[in-house]
């Protein structure tokens, strides 16, 4: 198994940068696919960015738009998500997961394909 610990969430104005953290414990970190999902009041999660196991491939979301970065140390067990230009609507609780795959490039875009999931880091932006 694996433990996820997000950090970084907090208030910002609109058009500020925030880098949120994901550090991970328990089985060898680098077996994992790990993603970010988020989820806003009264929607369903949605899929924001995942990165391979070695960091060689990486995918996000249409609304991304350039706007966010995903990457990993594999030495220090965290992934990243580096979020730039924040609009409103980028608020909601984020949200890192592992998914057991070591397969060369491989990235899991489906919520439902992900056996791990942190307790979430809320990121507000005020208009």
């Known amino acids: 198994q694996v433990q996820l610990v997000e950090s970084g969430g907090r208030l910002v104005q609109a058009g500020d940068s925030l880098r949120l953290s994901c550090a991970a414990s328990?089985?060898?970190?680098?077996?994992?696919?790990m993603g970010w999902f988020r989820q806003a009041p009264g929607k369903e999660r949605e899929f924001v960015a995942a990165i391979s196991w070695a960091g060689t491939r990486t995918e996000y979301g249409e609304f991304v738009k350039g706007r966010f970065r995903i990457s990993r140390d594999n030495a220090k067990n965290t992934v990243y998500l580096g979020m730039n230009a924040l609009k409103p609507e980028d608020t909601a609780v984020y949200y890192c997961?592992?998914?057991?795959?070591?397969?060369?490039?491989?990235?899991?875009?489906?919520?439902?394909?992900?056996?791990?999931w942190g307790q979430g880091t809320l990121v507000t932006v005020s208009s």
């Open positions: 997961a592992a998914d057991d795959n070591t397969v060369s490039g491989a990235v899991t875009i489906d919520s439902r394909g992900y056996e791990y």
């Open positions: 328990g089985r060898t970190f680098s077996s994992y696919v």
